[in-house]
């Protein structure tokens, strides 16, 4: 007792002499932004030889770090052990704050303060189950009893399991404690949407929502301490008349920013909602939030469903949930709430959809036909699951039975099932790892068997498995395999094993495509296949990141080079042609614009140009150069290029035109190069050019476009 009432004294006293002077500064005993360790001393392997810039190989997004550098253990994977130490140093502050993340596993994955070589404090990351998040949070040592004396700090890594590394960043000596502690705050659910404040420069936060007292939504958000940059949004109409309990990790100044979290019937911020500068106009965008991968892309009685891969608090990548969106005509789009949410088996990868028409998994409980999602549930380690839908894909239940693929190997991932009607099953393809896949049968979508294993070179992830007619010939069909940059195998299945032809061959020469998938359950009568890729295109300074590349319908047809997958817009595109412009026969000069009375950001072109004794002939969309050279025999537009051969002496191009992409189609879809652009000074004019020559165009067709919003 006597010791403690001296150190209240003392500590009083230097209170009220800092009510004079200024407190003393922090001392910064390391913030890990230099290219090395420094006088640290690295044992074992899991530290590497420098500090990490920021998420390593194979791990889940690291946040919460402060400039580019950290101390991260995952260093080759959790198979790694090792301790990183400091130099000696003496305890001059009250508090040492210090920002942790990592396993909860103390002795294991820790950072420990020794003096005279014993452990005198420890703290650890907060993670030990599955769909943890890898954010770094401020933790406080009260080191007062410890005032002049010299200390180590030791950061330790012996965990070889789940969880097995340590993340630490900026270790300073302060007279302020910086401990977050849990900081919550209530409301009442009378209206659709929760809104959250978004600023970018801001510290992830991990937040919880309880509903009713359980916590059904968990997520990592740049939650704005000041003013927002955008406002995202959490929709709870479901929960109507229930208490949601809002909770976060905050230092006691910032708990205030939970009480600007509001209930309101609209999107707080959204009075410009599909009218914002870079937003694409017949491209599909999340209303908020990040979207990658097209997901689950299937159609049922007259309605298709876009599934994708979403971040609903954040302009990056993280917190994957699967978007929903729905359309009767693959232009325009109606946002659903949120289909499936990350849970204790981890966030929700990639997958795909069918509708069970012979209720083959006994999920049906109505008269509608059970639509089921098949994904993968990234956690400590990757499985794939289910999700069903008994209301036409309104509302999703996760199958109980969970995962229905236990893990396999690596990063196995990303389900592309198909109905094999042959022999009445479901085929699975599925990525394994490196450039390697997997097929797999079932007869209910819960029990896998594996078939065979599939090589496409130089391709990853996100896999592609469909039967398509050659040149339109029901009688004469290829399988088509491929991956996530689209580079396809041509074959045959028999049930047990995909036999590749040829290939690899390439679909895709453009800047803004990946992941692409194709719907299931298209009807007989229609008979298309039709893609959507993942058009990999940044949306500076907007509330929303990416978009949807425009449905595409793919055929396969005979060429010199064998069968190859051609790609052309759907017709429904037509729905929104505006005023037409046509010519036949214009000449194109080398100098002059025949186009110059034109100008806009969005445009249908179809052009059939003849070449004469041109060099080069093209268009100049935007400001930006879609060139045909005919001395290189190739197709070009921003440092993306095509073999493309005249037909007859002739080039036929078909090019859209939004405001933050450039589709070019050449000779009826032979050539497919999305691209992703931000026109200079939002350039609107169109200008048609010949070069080294004079070209013609047999015909000439200019639909100035409108918007599917």
């Not at 950061?155 to 007279?175: C, L």
């Amino acid at each position: 007792m006597k010791h403690q009432a001296w150190r209240f004294l003392a500590w009083w006293c230097l209170a009220l002499l800092c009510t004079c002077v200024a407190a003393a500064p922090d001392i910064v005993i390391a913030d890990f932004e230099g290219t090395d360790y420094g006088a640290w001393k690295a044992e074992g392997e899991a530290f590497g030889s420098r500090p990490a810039a920021g998420t390593l190989s194979g791990q889940m997004t690291v946040s919460g770090f402060l400039g580019k550098g950290l101390v991260n253990s995952f260093f080759n994977g959790d198979g790694t052990v090792g301790t990183l130490t400091s130099p000696a140093f003496t305890v001059e502050r009250p508090f040492i704050n210090f920002l942790v993340g990592g396993g909860k596993y103390p002795g294991e994955t820790c950072i420990n303060l020794l003096l005279d070589g014993q452990q005198v404090r420890t703290a650890t990351g907060p993670n030990d189950k599955p769909g943890g998040s890898e954010r770094l949070r401020w933790h406080s040592w009260d080191v007062a009893d410890f005032a002049g004396k010299p200390a180590v700090i030791q950061i330790v890594d012996r965990r070889t399991a789940g969880w097995g590394h340590i993340n630490v960043d900026h270790i300073f000596q302060s007279e302020e404690r910086y401990q977050e502690a849990t900081r919550t705050v209530v409301r009442a659910l009378e209206k659709t949407y929760l809104n959250f404040p978004v600023a970018t420069a801001d510290t992830v936060r991990r937040l919880t929502v309880e509903i009713d007292g359980e916590a059904p939504r968990e997520f990592d958000i740049h939650l704005a301490m000041g003013e927002p940059d955008f406002w995202v949004f959490m929709d709870v109409d479901a929960f109507r008349g229930k208490t949601a309990g809002i909770s976060a990790e905050l230092l006691e100044k910032d708990a205030g920013v939970l009480q600007r979290v509001c209930n309101e019937d609209a999107i707080k911020g959204a009075e410009n909602l599909y009218r914002e500068t870079y937003r694409p106009q017949f491209h599909f965008t999340t209303r908020r939030g990040w979207n990658n991968d097209p997901n689950g892309l299937v159609h049922y009685d007259g309605e298709y469903h876009l599934f994708y891969q979403h971040n609903p608090y954040g302009r990056n990548w993280g917190n994957m949930h699967w978007g929903h969106a729905m359309s009767e005509d693959l232009v325009h789009w109606q946002e659903l709430p949120v289909a499936l949410f990350p849970d204790e088996l981890g966030t929700c990868f990639s997958g795909s959809a069918v509708v069970d028409w012979n209720n083959t998994a006994g999920l049906q409980t109505g008269d509608e036909k059970t639509l089921v999602c098949i994904y993968t549930a990234a956690g400590a380690s990757a499985t794939q699951c289910l999700a069903y839908s008994n209301d036409r894909g309104r509302t999703w239940e996760k199958y109980e039975g969970n995962p229905v693929l236990d893990h396999i190997i690596g990063g196995n991932r990303d389900p592309k099932v198909i109905w094999y009607e042959p022999e009445r099953k479901w085929i699975m393809a599925l990525f394994m790892d490196k450039n390697d896949f997997a097929l797999f049968s079932s007869p209910d979508l819960k029990q896998w068997e594996r078939l065979c294993d599939v090589t496409i070179p130089g391709s990853s992830e996100c896999p592609e498995f469909f039967e398509i007619a050659l040149d339109g010939n029901e009688e004469d069909t290829r399988w088509v395999f491929y991956g996530g940059n689209a580079l396809y195998l041509a074959g045959r299945f028999d049930g047990k094993t995909f036999t590749p032809e040829s290939g690899p061959h390439r679909l895709n020469y453009g800047n803004c495509f990946y992941a692409s998938q194709t719907f299931t359950d298209i009807p007989a009568e229609d008979g298309r296949r039709i893609m959507i890729g993942w058009g990999t295109m940044q949306m500076p300074g907007m509330p929303f990141n990416q978009m949807m590349d425009f449905p595409v319908q793919l055929t396969l047809r005979r060429t010199t080079d064998g069968p190859r997958l051609f790609a052309q817009p759907v017709d429904e595109i037509e729905a929104i042609r505006g005023r037409r412009h046509a010519w036949a026969g214009l000449q194109l000069p080398e100098d002059g614009n025949p186009l110059a009375g034109i100008s806009g950001d969005l445009f249908e072109i179809h052009a059939e140009i003849e070449l004469r004794d041109a060099a080069q002939v093209g268009f100049n969309v935007r400001g930006i150069p879609v060139t045909y050279d005919t001395g290189r025999k190739q197709l070009s537009c921003l440092g993306s290029s095509a073999p493309l051969e005249l037909q007859d002496g002739t080039v036929r191009l078909r090019i859209l035109v939004d405001r933050t992409s450039i589709e070019i189609f050449a000779n009826d879809g032979q050539v497919y190069m999305p691209m992703g652009i931000i026109p200079s000074d939002n350039c609107r004019s169109l200008d048609a050019f010949s070069r080294g020559g004079s070209a013609r165009f047999v015909s000439l067709e200019i639909y100035e476009m409108n918007s599917a919003w």
